[in-house]
């Protein structure tokens, strides 16, 4: 399954409007006294004020721009890069990367924010040559992606242990994106610490327990996030053994598709989110496996177990899932129109 170009077009008509869209807004910032003018997120966010959160229009940004790369021609080409023109500028980009530098700012979406930041620069890298204007949007990007980038750098390499959870702190899945940042745009000290770090917090683990999940407001999978980075940094055989080492008995109930009770419910839709994060990781996994091995054909299996229930809930649902779902549907259906 890939995104066609009549699903393109509809991921790009959400994504437009949810970055256009300032309220509702939710804030989350840390105060060091009275600052009437915090509650204006539109002014200290310019960029990134709308798709309900900071992060979320962080990534609804970077659907834009995958869009544009994969339907240059599509039928809404001219509306996403009138949509960047006007939002990636220099001068709003100087304003977000002025907000991220105040010293209570130092943990502000670490590290899922960070990212999907570093992700949104990757994809205007790859952007570049098809797309001539995608040359200054990358470049009003930089400052803050560098930035980012030697923030997340010394994080991940001070940090002791890894953040297992599946929902916006988890190191596995920020480390993905990083890593795709890092190679994409040459950044070898942020590719040098993720390869470090995800050795020391995961190459050791072993007979893990995928029953334990998932939890009712999972967006991600904890184990098939870090089975992702592995095989991400780690040789084709070192990573098949590493991977048969930690789910010997198979991917268990990771393969079936999670029930969403309440798509209403700003938490709980968070599980359509757990299917689409999910396929991604799955078919990021078989691809890394060597030809031939006997769990492959199961892993894709699952991911589109899970890609299916979830894909039609996407668009059209309440806002507490539509301004956030298309982007990880994007990143499940993978590079290719």
């Known amino acids: ?67 544009l790369r ?15 023109t006007a939002r990636l500028t220099e001068e709003g980009m100087a304003a977000e990367r002025a907000a991220l530098a105040r010293p209570a700012a130092k943990s502000f979406e670490r590290p899922y924010g960070w990212a999907w ?53 988890n190191t596995a899945f920020a480390c993905l994106l990083a890593l795709d940042y890092a190679r994409g745009c040459h950044d070898q000290e942020l590719a040098t610490a993720i390869a470090h770090a995800a050795s020391r917090w995961y190459g050791a683990d072993r007979d893990a327990r995928p029953g334990f999940e998932p939890s009712l407001t999972d967006f ?62 799955l078919r990021r996994i078989a691809a890394a496996l060597p030809a031939g091995h006997p769990r492959m054909a199961d892993l894709r299996a699952a991911a589109e177990n899970n890609l299916e229930p979830a894909l039609p809930h996407v668009i059209g649902g309440d806002y507490v899932g539509e301004h956030w779902l298309a982007s990880f549907a994007a990143l499940a259906l993978g590079e290719e129109p």
């Not at 539109?42 to 709308?50: K, L, N, Q, S, W």
């Not at 070192?238 to 393969?255: C, T």
């Open 1 to 67: 399954m890939r995104i066609e170009s009549g699903l393109a077009a509809a991921f790009a008509r959400v994504a437009i409007a949810n970055v256009s869209r300032p309220f509702p807004h939710k804030l989350d910032y840390v105060l060091e006294g009275p600052e009437p003018e915090a509650a204006d997120h539109v002014a200290r966010h310019p960029v990134f004020c709308g798709a309900f959160d900071w992060h979320s229009a962080v990534h609804m940004h970077w659907l834009l721009v995958r869009l």
């Open 70 to 84: 994969l339907f240059p021609d599509g039928e809404m080409a001219a509306a996403l890069r009138e949509t960047l």
């Open 117 to 169: 930041l570093l992700e949104l620069r990757a994809e205007l890298e790859r952007l570049k040559e098809p797309e001539p204007a995608a040359a200054g949007w990358a470049a009003a990007v930089d400052p803050l992606a560098s930035d980012l980038a030697g923030r997340l750098a010394e994080f991940v390499r001070a940090a002791g242990y890894p953040i297992r959870a599946g929902t916006h702190a």
């Open 220 to 281: 991600l999978s904890p184990l098939l996030c870090e089975a992702a980075l592995l095989a991400a940094v780690l040789p084709e055989k070192s990573f098949a053994a590493w991977f048969d080492g930690l789910l010997p008995d198979g991917l268990g109930p990771l393969a079936e598709p999670v029930v969403v009770s309440d798509r209403e419910d700003p938490q709980v839709v968070h599980l359509d989110g757990l299917g689409l994060s999910r396929a991604w990781c």
